[in-house]
């Protein structure tokens, strides 16, 4: 009797770039169309679920207390508590663990403090940094989108520039000027990586 194959052990990527920078959009993309076994991590958080956010699929939204609870266990490879708002977002181990154990090619889409936490952690990284070319550019995309205030964009254009310090710790930048090319590009880079995997 024939028993199935163990499925190769997945990867862990992780996808950093500032507010504005076109993150989510290339992600959407990527998932789409890029034929490797991808997977997004569902992170949990504290914040109430938004209209039309399913619980497990966009979050999983869980209680400050559980959260708590969790982060006493050590059960986060990386959370943080976004200030002025009070909620907490954090990347379950369980949830990366369980996709590498099925072959997925785990996607953790995080800000630049907790890439760094998660590389302290793991050797075994692909890391991605997102951004558009110039502040200029990131500036055009912020007023564009005209969610914010000129200090919340000013706030954020800081934040990028303190974000663009650490560019220098991921594997790969990728300049976010066409939403196709930088999908293709991410994609050319991790298909390398499977040829790689393959012939090792």
């Known amino acids: 009797m024939w028993s199935d194959p163990v499925p190769q052990p997945g990867k862990v990527i992780v996808f950093s770039?500032?507010?504005?920078?076109?993150?989510?959009?290339v992600?959407?993309?990527?998932l789409r169309r890029c034929q490797l076994p991808l997977?997004?991590?569902?992170?949990?958080?504290?914040r109430p679920p938004r209209r039309g956010e399913v619980d497990g699929q966009d979050y999983h939204f869980v209680t400050k207390e559980e959260f708590e609870r969790r982060k006493a266990e050590g059960a986060f490879l990386e959370c943080k508590e976004v200030f002025g708002r009070?909620?907490?977002y954090g990347t379950l181990r369980t949830t990366v663990q369980d996709g590498l154990d099925?072959?997925?090619w785990v996607i953790l889409e995080i800000d630049?403090?907790?890439?760094?936490?998660v590389m302290e952690q793991r050797d075994d990284l692909l890391t991605f940094f997102i951004h558009p070319g110039?502040?200029?550019e990131l500036r055009s995309r912020l007023e564009g989108r005209s969610t914010d205030s000129p200090d919340a964009v000013e706030r954020r254009l800081?934040?990028?520039r303190q974000e663009l310090l650490a560019l220098s710790r991921y594997k790969y930048e990728i300049i976010n000027r066409n939403v196709d090319e930088a999908v293709d590009q991410i994609c050319g880079i991790l298909e390398q990586h499977a040829i790689g995997a393959e012939h090792a």
């Open 102 to 104: 099925r072959g997925q």
């Open 17 to 25: 770039g500032p507010s504005g920078s076109g993150k989510s959009t």
């Open 39 to 46: 997977q997004l991590s569902v992170s949990c958080t504290t």
């Open 27 to 30: 992600l959407r993309e990527l």
């Open 112 to 117: 630049v403090e907790g890439a760094m936490s």
């Open 86 to 88: 009070g909620d907490w």
């Open 134 to 136: 110039s502040e200029q």
């Open 158 to 160: 800081e934040v990028a």
